[in-house]
């Protein structure tokens, strides 16, 4: 590992390599809301690990670590498409709620999938058009 960290580090620089040390890529929250009970959040980004949601004054009244149902909701050009899924917060802070999501079961994995390459397909066709 240190060895690739070096040979990358010729190309990029060392802080940008370790601020993009992430398990799953994060993605921007845009077309996604969140529904924690009966409360919607903005997403700002998400990855397959979690979500950072906008809650401008708001927390989720939970300890840390609870898990919380959550619905993850996509809007798309195909339409609404939506899973409902478990997290915890791990953090609340500056207007932004950090929740860690569950590990996902296969049915779950395959549907979440569907729904991230739905999102990588808009976001290709709308970068090519503008």
């Known amino acids: 590992m ?9 190309f990029i620089p060392e802080d940008v390599i370790d ?3 992430r398990r799953y890529t994060r993605m921007s929250g845009a077309g996604m809301t969140v529904t924690v009970g009966e409360t919607y959040y903005d997403v700002e ?8 949601l906008k809650a401008e004054n708001a927390n989720i009244p939970s300890t840390k670590y609870t898990d919380l149902d959550i619905t993850l909701r996509f809007c798309g050009e195909a339409g609404m498409a939506s899973l409902k899924h ?3 917060v791990i953090r ?4 932004r ?9 296969e049915s779950d994995k395959v549907m979440f999938g569907r729904l991230v390459d739905s ?7 709308a970068s090519q058009l503008n």
């Not at 980004?45 to 950072?52: A, D, M, Y």
Request: zero cysteines; aromatic letters at 10%; glycine letters at 10%.
């Open 97 to 105: 709620i950090a929740i860690a999501l569950n590990p996902f079961d």
């Open 19 to 21: 601020a993009n040390r």
């Open 45 to 52: 980004n998400w990855s397959e690990g979690g979500l950072l």
């Open 86 to 88: 478990k997290g915890r």
């Open 119 to 125: 999102v990588l397909t808009e976001s290709f066709i």
């Open 92 to 95: 609340q802070a500056n207007g």
């Open 2 to 10: 240190e060895a690739l960290k070096k040979t990358l580090s010729f």
